[in-house]
C-alpha cells in the first residue's frame, strides 16, 4: 500500500513537471511567432513606403529607416534563432517529462494489478 502512495506522488510529480514543460514550450513558440510576424510587418510596411512616390528629403528619410529596418529585422532573426534552440531544448525536456510521467503509470498499474491479484 506504502509503495502505491509513493507512486502516486510520483505521478503527481512527473505529471506537473511534464505540464510545465508543455507550458514553457508554448510560451517559447509563441515569442517566436511573435518575433517572426514583426519582422513580417516591418518588411512589409517598408516595401509599401518604398513604392510610393517621394520627395527627395523623404527619399532621404526612407534610406534612414531601411538602414533601421535591416538592423531591426537582423536582431529579430538573431533573437528568433536564439528562441528556436530553446524551444528545440524544451522540447526534448517535455518529451523526457512525458516518458517518465508514462513510466510511473505504467509502475502504478503492475503494482495494482499485483495488489489485487494478491488480495
Known amino acids: 500500500m506504502q509503495r502505491g502512495r509513493s507512486l502516486q506522488r510520483l505521478q503527481v510529480i512527473a505529471d ?7 507550458a514553457r514550450l508554448a510560451e517559447v513558440n509563441r ?3 511573435t518575433l517572426e510576424s514583426e519582422k513580417q510587418e516591418l518588411e512589409r510596411r517598408f516595401s509599401h513606403i ?5 520627395t527627395a528629403l523623404e527619399v532621404q528619410a526612407l534610406g534612414k529607416y531601411r538602414d533601421w529596418v535591416r538592423i531591426r529585422c537582423a536582431n529579430l532573426e538573431s533573437e528568433t534563432a536564439r528562441l528556436q534552440e530553446n524551444a528545440a531544448q524544451l522540447k526534448e525536456q517535455a518529451r523526457l517529462d512525458f516518458g517518465k510521467s508514462q513510466a510511473i503509470k505504467k509502475l502504478r498499474a503492475q503494482s495494482r494489478n499485483r495488489s489485487s491479484s494478491v488480495a
Open 50 to 54: 518604398a513604392r510610393s512616390a517621394m
Open 31 to 33: 515569442q517566436i511567432s
Open 16 to 22: 506537473t513537471k511534464s505540464d510545465l514543460a508543455l
